[in-house]
């Protein structure tokens, strides 16, 4: 990878100033994202993807507070734009889309109305031709009779639909980047399988850059190029699909590969990677993974691991990632 | 929406039956010689001999089976009758309609400062969530809601009439009084303020107008401390929701996600409250008439139960509750307007 990166994301600090203490949400997140390519970025609920999206986006509460890092867009240093030329690049330049698409709809406004908002924002065009253009994106996410459907209320469709409306709304003004929040969480399955096909599709037709967020190993394996792996408010390990889950150099990676569910064997249990994700006010001493690390070693509590570079753009930030050479994905 | 308005319409005759079923009901606790006197002229009533009542007594239908009794009576109702005012000194209806006007003017001009100033207050204090404005508002809403309103009339009465003298009890001041009863005035809408202006009289207005700002302020100031507080937590709630940062993801205007998105979710619930709280301002206005000395039907009516008038009571009972269901029908359309999900199924 040569090329210069469309989305550059620099040792970001989000944290949240809360009445119990502060939370590291986001704690030294640092990915690049190249044009056309889809990122991934997996990890256990709470591990901070959210607010890394949030924050690129400049979409969070007054609590936040973002403590160090810088976000590159096209040479632009998004953290220091004023909040009207930020207003510019949301929506137009990078959109988004979020988990739950029966909620992040407004129930009181039609879908074609939602959708057309943003096109005459950005677009500068007129009501009629909105219409058009909102009628065409949803025949293009696959909604049946799309003239019908402009028209309707979020209530009125399916929560497949709905996320469909809601890809057509992100897509409106053609962004460069799309930042896709679990889009198919809260989804069942054959659904959401229809709509990682969709969303695949249009970033090929667009040409656009996607960062795909999820916490499911399988959505990567199905749409991810390169892959952020987070655990605990920092990425600890980066690198290819193909590499990372041939040959994760994190054991943290390869407790949430071996959670995956295997097709080849019947009747398994949902694993998950054994005790729980830890309270970001109060994140363990020493590398963060180790109370739950397999591999984990006495001085494991006293170093403060940085990601270094194994092979050409595959980092981990495990310096004892030789442990696992030769071991099989369980 | 047409559809959910008709059917809401033809709900509306059953339910105001029911008020009759309820008002008939009550009445018929009083028993005959009771009903009776709400019948005839009490002048007349009281020379009149035994037999003579059950003449009267046969004529009104008193002693005819309920069925029958009811009928009658609903159909009276209908036709306007609702029998004869001891209080007012003429028929309920008469009574009822001349003072009806003075209290929907009272009601209606407290609309503006509890709906404006509640609402609008409610949401500029959650957009402005901790801030020294959202402080200053809910310390405002605080001391409202911890005064009854009739505590809150009365000091109203003692600083601004006593000490001040400029909001005096009463409808309007002596001089008016011959100015609006003579032929040169004309009642168009029988709104005073309205018809002061109608008539290019701007020193009745203002005399009405001064002798209504006491008596709206105490009837509005409980309620919208109470609306300010609904707006506020409605707001803040919707503020949370994912659908406002999506259109913050948009790139829209803080303006627009706050006005457009934001404000009609929000005043959903509003609506509610609000609408139930304006039906209650009419009931609000029995103690803010006597406490200001007004004449309308609020005062008619308090005036009426301490001397047990029977027909003007039955008769006011009426009245409040029509205006109760009705009003709630108003609300309802209003409510299935702003959200989709009601008016949509
Ligand atoms: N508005 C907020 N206030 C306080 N803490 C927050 C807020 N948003 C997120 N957090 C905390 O930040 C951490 C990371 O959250 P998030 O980014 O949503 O995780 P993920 O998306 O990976 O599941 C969690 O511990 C969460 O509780
Ligand atoms: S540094 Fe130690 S605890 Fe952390 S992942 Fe590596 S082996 Fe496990
Ligand atoms: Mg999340």
């Known amino acids: 990878m040569n090329r210069e990166p ?44 959210s607010v890394t999206s949030l924050t690129i986006m400049r979409l969070l509460d007054e609590k936040a507070r973002i403590e160090g890092g810088e976000v590159i867009f096209k040479g632009k ?23 739950e698409p029966m909620v992040a709809l407004n129930p009181v ?52 639909m709905r996320q469909r409306a809601m890809i057509a709304m992100a897509l409106s003004c053609r962004p460069q980047i799309l930042i896709a929040d679990e889009p198919t969480t809260a989804l069942d399955v054959t659904i959401q399988a229809q709509i990682l096909e969709l969303m695949k ?30 655990y605990a408010g920092k990425v600890v390990e980066y690198g290819t699909v193909d590499e990372i889950f041939k040959k994760p150099k994190h054991p943290y990676t390869y407790a949430l590969l071996s959670s995956i569910p295997r097709l080849d064997v019947e009747k398994q249990e949902l694993k998950s990677i054994p005790g729980t994700v830890p309270d970001p006010l109060n994140f363990p001493p020493g590398c963060r993974f180790h109370p739950r690390c397999d591999f984990a070693k006495e001085e494991c509590k006293n170093i403060d691991p940085e990601l270094v570079e194994v092979s050409p753009g595959h980092y981990t930030a495990c310096p004892f990632y030789k442990v696992l050479e030769g071991v099989e994905v369980k | 929406m047409t559809a959910y308005i008709i059917r809401r319409l033809l709900i509306l005759p059953l339910i105001l039956l029911g008020v009759t079923f309820i008002i008939f009901g009550m009445m018929q606790l009083l028993g005959p010689d009771k009903l009776l006197a709400a019948y005839v002229n009490p002048n007349v009533f009281d020379k009149l001999s035994d037999e003579e009542l059950e003449a009267l007594k046969d004529k009104y239908g008193l002693n005819d089976p309920l069925v029958v009794r009811y009928g009658k009576w609903l159909n009276g109702v209908l036709h306007g009758d609702l029998g004869w005012s001891v209080v007012g000194k003429t028929y309920v209806s008469d009574a009822l309609m001349q003072r009806i006007p003075h209290t929907a003017e009272l009601a209606l001009y407290a609309i503006f400062p509890v709906v404006g100033v509640g609402i609008w207050l409610g949401i500029k204090a959650a957009v402005n969530r901790d801030k020294f404005i959202d402080h200053a508002i809910r310390i405002f809403a605080v001391i409202g809601w911890s005064f009854p309103d009739f505590v809150f009339g009365l000091f109203v009465l003692m600083i601004f009439y006593s000490m001040l003298g400029w909001l005096p009890p009463g409808n309007f001041s002596n001089w008016v009084e011959d100015i609006i009863k003579s032929s040169d005035f004309h009642y168009i809408t029988h709104i005073l303020s ?64 706050i006005n457009k998105h934001a404000k009609r979710n ?80």
């Open chain 1, 6 to 49: 469309i989305l550059q994301v620099k040792d970001l600090k989000t944290y949240f100033y809360t009445e119990d203490g502060i939370v590291k949400a986001v704690d030294g997140v640092s990915f690049e994202l190249y044009q056309g390519e889809t990122l991934g970025i997996v990890g256990e609920s709470g591990s901070g993807k």
């Open chain 1, 201 to 230: 599709e249009l970033q090929r037709e667009y040409g656009m850059a996607l960062i795909m967020i999820t916490h499911d190993m399988g959505v990567i394996a199905e749409t991810a190029d390169r892959v952020a792996v987070m």
């Open chain 2, 266 to 345: 929000a005043l959903i619930p509003v609506t509610t409250v609000g609408g139930a709280m304006i039906i209650n301002l009419f009931a609000g206005t029995v103690i803010v008439e006597v406490i200001f000395n007004r004449v309308g039907l609020g005062s008619f009516v308090a005036q009426a139960a301490t001397q047990l008038d029977y027909a003007a009571i039955m008769g006011g009972a009426l009245f409040y509750s029509s205006i109760l269901v009705i009003g709630n029908l108003i609300i309802d359309i209003l409510y299935a307007t702003i959200d989709p999900r009601i008016r949509l199924g």
């Open chain 2, 194 to 257: 309205l018809d002061a202006l109608l008539n290019g009289r701007f020193d009745i207005f203002w005399d009405v107008i001064r002798h209504l700002i006491g008596p709206i302020i105490t009837i509005s100031w409980l309620w919208w401390a109470y609306l300010l507080r609904i707006t506020r937590s409605s707001m803040l709630e919707v503020l949370n929701k994912e659908y406002i940062r999506t259109a913050r993801a948009k790139g829209l205007d803080e303006k627009v996600v």
């Open chain 1, 77 to 99: 240093e998004l953290l220091k734009l004023s909040e009207e030329e930020m207003r510019k690049i949301r929506g137009n330049d990078i959109a988004m889309i979020f988990q």
């Open chain 1, 109 to 160: 406004y039609t879908i074609g109305d939602q959708i057309m908002e943003a096109i005459i924002l950005h677009q500068k065009v007129k009501e009629s031709e909105a219409r058009k253009i909102a009628i065409d994106l949803l025949r293009k996410v696959g909604i049946p009779e799309p003239e019908k459907r402009v028209d309707q209320y979020p209530h009125q469709l399916s929560g497949g």
